[in-house]
């Protein structure tokens, strides 16, 4: 089987708007994978997210400045979900591709509907941040409504590792 495979990812950013693109995928060589399921409602939720997602990476050799990256997009993700959503339960998932890290969490959504473009909040609120870094750290980002109201936001990070950078 010769034909190229991939995962149509439908994207709302504003780095070229939305439409779908695909990340490569090659069924013959799957790549890594994980799935952990976290409670909704639990203010452990992020450390939770945090530690999984480290110990995660560190298995699949991710370079140190990437995982920092990572680990605040998952938390920003997680803490968004479990503020906006009624979720008993969100699920985590990380794939590991040749050159980046997607990351997807999934709630059972709320009535809010979609996660609108990121703006800047007035330097007085004390909240409203998390997208705005979400989007500037990932190379790409968006969100996708699965079935009536689960909802998934995912982001990708590239694999450089900016650890050893002043």
């Known amino acids: 089987m010769d034909e190229d495979f ?16 695909t990340l490569p995928v090659d069924l013959r060589n799957p790549v890594p994978h994980s799935s952990f399921v976290l409670p909704g409602r639990s203010y452990v939720t992020p450390a939770k997210a945090r530690r999984h997602t480290t110990d995660t990476l560190i298995g699949w050799g991710v370079p140190g400045g ?12 997680v803490t968004n979900s479990i503020q906006h959503s009624t979720s008993t339960y969100i699920m985590l998932e990380f794939r590991l591709l040749t050159n980046s890290v997607v990351i997807s969490v999934t709630d059972q959504g709320s009535s809010l509907g979609l996660p609108i ?10 909240s409203g941040r998390g997208l705005v870094l979400v989007d500037n ?4 980002w968006g969100t996708e ?11 990708s990070v590239v694999l450089v590792d900016t ?3 002043n």
């Open 163 to 165: 650890s050893d950078r």
């Open 137 to 140: 750290i990932s190379a790409r």
């Open 145 to 155: 409504r699965v079935k009536d109201t689960t909802m998934t936001v995912w982001a």
């Open 66 to 77: 990437c995982i920092e990256r990572v680990l605040l997009i998952v938390s920003e993700l």
């Open 117 to 126: 473009q990121p703006e800047m909040p007035e330097t007085t609120d004390i």
């Open 6 to 21: 991939g995962l149509a990812v439908k994207s709302f950013d504003d780095r070229g708007g939305d439409g779908v693109w």
